[in-house]
């Protein structure tokens, strides 16, 4: 049969002797710091290295899910700037071949429309200066 007995430690059987506050401070941050130095140059390790290190703590099951996730995504924007870029084209492209003969036929008929202006502006004009004479608008009357 196993019998269990509790040992004490002998650091806490003995009674400390009572020190002031000054004595018991030690400053452990320069020892610690000294040490973490020490281990920082023995681990040069990049930040890609550390990054990868850490889908040890994912599961594989979520891992898998973020992974199609962001996949999704991505084929998801891409599909969408490829068929943007598509439409774009095809918009500017009809908007030059459609757009440029309209807009030069428009311009063209305005500048017709504004001959004719001026003629009978300088038609009147001559009327208006020869008042004996007849125009050949008007007929004779007799």
């Known amino acids: 049969m196993v019998e269990l007995r509790e040992v004490e430690d002998e650091h806490f059987v003995h009674s400390q002797p009572a020190h002031s506050d000054d004595e018991d401070y030690t400053d452990t941050d320069s020892e610690i ?3 973490d130095e020490d281990d920082d140059v ?3 390790e990049s930040f890609y290295e550390r990054i990868a290190a850490l889908k040890d703590m994912i599961p594989l099951k979520q891992r898998t899910y973020i992974s199609n996730g962001f996949s999704r995504t991505y084929n998801f924007f891409s599909k969408g700037f490829a068929l943007g870029g598509k439409t774009l084209w095809i918009l500017s492209t009809s908007a ?3 757009g440029v003969p309209f807009s030069v036929a428009i311009t063209d008929e305005q500048q017709v429309a504004e ?3 001026e003629m009978k502006m ?3 004009a ?3 200066l020869t008042p ?3 125009s050949v608008l ?5």
Do not use: C, F, R, Y
Request: hydrophobic content about 30%; proline content about 4%; glycine content about 4%.
């Open 96 to 98: 030059l071949v459609l």
């Open 126 to 128: 001559t009327d208006a």
């Open 33 to 35: 710091s000294e040490e």
């Open 115 to 117: 001959m004719e202006k």
């Open 138 to 142: 008007t007929t004779p009357q007799k």
């Open 42 to 44: 023995d681990l040069e």
């Open 122 to 124: 300088t038609q009147i």
């Open 132 to 134: 004996g004479a007849e």
